[in-house]
């Protein structure tokens, strides 16, 4: 493959294409349009002082201006630190400081979000590296840094030089990390554009017959693999700057969509709004993150919603596989199936005796494909340690192989799956050990009226905390999803002892937690 294949901007460059390339919000934007903006982008990039190897944040919602800057910060060299709109200042700050962001591109506002609020939270001394805001929707915001507006679009800058390595690290994502917050996974343009690609071509995208509905976040890989993949495809992306189950429903029934990508709970959402039928949808990629996803698939096919399994992680992209049509429907629409990439390799190892694994025994997934990651961001010993002598991937997934498929099965040790993200209980905890009163803590996920929920257990100090004090200042700190429902005050953790050293025991402090909520009045 010539490296200008491997580039975002090849991506753009489909000889036949649908059109409009993109309707944000009800407005078409075709792809030499998008190509345009592409360039305005770059050159104001250039213009505020971003070349090679620069970190820009970007704080917004789906909409054009995330996906020019994408693009444009790839011509220049520079990288984009994906930033979700549902994090709060402790979340914002953790990403800004282990990016080394020197620009972050926000949202004026959004609903509910004050962003100005939130970054007024954080103090400049913990993120030395940010200089800059450039604001999308107003001319400036409170804040405690410059701010300037995101004009790219209205006013002429100077052309800049495109640079030509496509194996620079151009995109951050955060992923679920140790106590000390996520780490940042980087991608390069070769790892999306050739996955982007993989992903056309294993769907069999064809720009006159396929569209796709982007109800995903673009800051997350779920929602820009999607994205990358209609792109290179050349077919029409319908977007919704976010989820909402009506405009959802109503993009699926106006506009002959094929293709949607979401979680369980999207695909439930919609279609608890509607008894019609889908008739024009082919394929719904389902992420299965709260219970009773079987009884869901199976609703939805009986209503023309074709659910399919599918797996992905931040390091290997999402839509890394998906079942595939010919499957039984009992395993099309299990986690795991077919991954995209010819060139992928998927095995397993046995866990206990760190031997690989045949076919039916479960064990960790390690995946080494062209989709694969650089590497984890100014991370070195983090990335040593995750990938093998032999360059798989380690992913932290139970699973076992079935044919020339793969089934997920489970998330191994303790990182929980909240509200539809990965999350390590270490950034939870370290938040409540923070809390005035509060000597440690350890956060469990549970089953909470058929939704996944965490669970605090604090050891008090000298004072101990009030829960609604608690629960406030994480409300203030972290996104909603990562609130613990229930902080419970114990004298101690229940433990064992190993050979390691003494242990935590999780499985008892949900038991705990299962225990103590179904002893509280109905």
Same mark, same amino acid.
């Given at each position: 493959?010539?490296?200008?294949?491997?580039?975002?901007?090849?991506?753009?460059?489909?000889?036949? =294409?649908?059109?409009?390339? %993109?309707?944000?919000?009800?407005?078409?934007?075709?792809?030499? /349009?998008?190509?345009?903006? @592409?360039? !305005?982008?770059?050159?104001?990039?250039?213009?505020?002082?971003?070349?090679?190897?620069?970190? @820009?944040?970007?704080?917004?919602?789906?909409?054009? /201006?995330?996906?020019?800057?994408?693009?444009?910060?790839?011509?220049?060299?520079?990288?984009?630190?994906?930033?979700?709109?549902?994090?709060?200042?402790?979340?914002?700050?953790?990403?800004?400081?282990?990016?080394?962001?020197?620009?972050?591109?926000?949202?004026?506002?959004?609903?509910?979000?004050?962003?100005?609020?939130?970054?007024?939270?954080?103090?400049? =001394?913990?993120?030395?590296?940010?200089?800059?805001?450039?604001?999308?929707?107003?001319?400036?915001?409170?804040?405690?840094?410059?701010?300037?507006?995101?004009?790219?679009?209205?006013?002429?800058?100077?052309?800049?030089?495109?640079?030509?390595?496509?194996?620079?690290?151009?995109?951050?994502? =955060? +992923?679920?990390?140790?106590?000390?917050?996520?780490?940042?996974?980087?991608?390069?343009?070769?790892?999306?554009?050739?996955?982007?690609?993989?992903?056309?071509?294993?769907?069999?995208?064809?720009?006159?017959?396929?569209?796709?509905?982007?109800?995903?976040?673009?800051?997350?890989?779920?929602?820009? +693999?999607?994205?990358?993949?209609?792109?290179?495809?050349?077919?029409?992306?319908? @977007?919704?700057?976010? %989820?909402?189950?009506?405009?959802?429903?109503?993009?699926?029934?106006?506009?002959?969509?094929?293709?949607?990508?979401?979680?369980?709970?999207?695909?439930?959402?919609?279609?608890?709004?509607?008894?019609?039928? %889908?008739?024009?949808?082919?394929?719904?990629?389902?992420?299965?993150?709260?219970?009773?996803?079987?009884?869901?698939?199976?609703?939805? &096919?009986?209503?023309?919603?074709?659910?399919?399994?599918?797996?992905?992680?931040?390091?290997?992209?999402?839509?890394?596989?998906?079942?595939?049509?010919?499957?039984?429907?009992?395993?099309?629409?299990?986690?795991?199936?077919?991954?995209?990439?010819? /060139?992928?390799?998927?095995?397993?190892?046995?866990?206990?005796?760190?031997?690989? #694994?045949?076919?039916?025994?479960?064990?960790?997934? /390690?995946?080494?494909?062209?989709?694969?990651?650089?590497?984890?961001?100014?991370?070195?010993?983090?990335?040593?340690?995750?990938?093998?002598?032999?360059?798989?991937?380690?992913?932290?997934?139970?699973?076992?192989?079935?044919?020339?498929?793969?089934?997920?099965? +489970?998330?191994?040790?303790?990182?929980?799956?909240?509200?539809? %993200?990965?999350?390590?209980? $270490?950034?939870?905890?370290? &938040?409540?050990?923070?809390?005035?009163?509060?000597?440690?803590?350890?956060?469990?996920?549970?089953?909470?009226?058929?939704?996944?929920?965490?669970?605090?257990?604090?050891?008090?100090?000298?004072?101990?905390?009030?829960?609604?004090?608690?629960?406030? *200042?994480? *409300?203030?700190?972290? #996104? $909603?999803?990562?609130?613990?429902?229930?902080?419970?005050? @114990?004298?101690?953790?229940?433990? =064992?002892?190993?050979?390691?050293?003494?242990?935590? !025991?999780?499985?008892?402090?949900?038991?705990?937690?299962?225990?103590?909520?179904?002893?509280?009045?109905?």
């Amino acid at each position: 493959m010539h490296a200008d294949d491997a580039s975002l901007q090849s991506l753009i460059r489909s000889e036949i =294409t649908a059109d409009p390339a %993109f309707v944000f919000d009800g407005t078409s934007v075709s792809r030499s /349009e998008f190509s345009g903006k @592409v360039e !305005q982008t770059t050159a104001w990039l250039a213009a505020q002082g971003i070349g090679t190897g620069d970190v @820009v944040a970007v704080w917004l919602v789906n909409r054009v /201006e995330w996906v020019a800057l994408l693009f444009a910060a790839a011509r220049l060299g520079a990288i984009v630190a994906a930033v979700n709109t549902r994090y709060r200042s402790a979340e914002v700050s953790h990403l800004l400081k282990l990016s080394g962001a020197k620009l972050l591109i926000i949202e004026a506002a959004f609903r509910s979000i004050d962003f100005a609020a939130i970054l007024a939270d954080i103090a400049k =001394t913990d993120v030395p590296g940010l200089q800059k805001l450039a604001v999308v929707g107003a001319d400036a915001i409170p804040a405690q840094w410059p701010c300037i507006r995101f004009d790219a679009f209205d006013t002429h800058y100077p052309p800049a030089p495109s640079q030509h390595d496509i194996d620079l690290p151009v995109l951050l994502y =955060t +992923t679920s990390g140790t106590t000390k917050g996520p780490k940042l996974v980087a991608h390069s343009q070769r790892t999306l554009a050739s996955h982007a690609n993989a992903v056309a071509r294993a769907l069999q995208l064809s720009p006159q017959r396929h569209a796709l509905l982007a109800m995903l976040p673009f800051c997350g890989t779920f929602g820009m +693999t999607s994205l990358l993949g209609f792109i290179a495809a050349g077919a029409t992306v319908h @977007v919704l700057d976010a %989820f909402e189950a009506a405009l959802a429903l109503k993009i699926l029934s106006e506009h002959r969509i094929t293709h949607s990508f979401g979680s369980d709970e999207m695909f439930r959402r919609i279609l608890e709004l509607t008894g019609a039928p %889908f008739p024009h949808l082919e394929v719904c990629g389902f992420a299965a993150f709260q219970p009773g996803w079987r009884e869901l698939a199976a609703e939805a &096919e009986a209503r023309g919603l074709p659910l399919f399994g599918l797996y992905g992680s931040s390091e290997v992209q999402a839509l890394f596989s998906i079942g595939r049509a010919s499957d039984a429907f009992a395993d099309r629409v299990e986690g795991g199936g077919w991954p995209m990439s010819p /060139e992928a390799k998927v095995r397993i190892r046995n866990t206990e005796s760190g031997e690989l #694994a045949g076919p039916g025994v479960s064990g960790e997934i /390690e995946i080494r494909a062209p989709s694969l990651f650089l590497g984890y961001f100014n991370n070195p010993e983090a990335t040593r340690d995750a990938i093998t002598a032999d360059g798989f991937f380690r992913t932290g997934d139970i699973g076992r192989l079935r044919g020339g498929a793969f089934v997920y099965e +489970t998330r191994a040790g303790d990182a929980m799956r909240l509200g539809g %993200f990965l999350v390590a209980p $270490g950034e939870i905890e370290d &938040e409540l050990k923070s809390c005035a009163g509060v000597a440690d803590a350890q956060v469990v996920a549970v089953d909470l009226k058929g939704q996944a929920r965490c669970v605090a257990f604090v050891i008090p100090a000298k004072t101990p905390p009030q829960q609604d004090v608690l629960t406030a *200042r994480l *409300r203030e700190r972290l #996104a $909603g999803y990562k609130v613990p429902a229930r902080i419970y005050v @114990v004298d101690a953790f229940p433990v =064992t002892d190993s050979a390691n050293g003494v242990k935590i !025991q999780r499985a008892k402090l949900r038991d705990m937690a299962m225990e103590r909520i179904a002893a509280e009045p109905s």
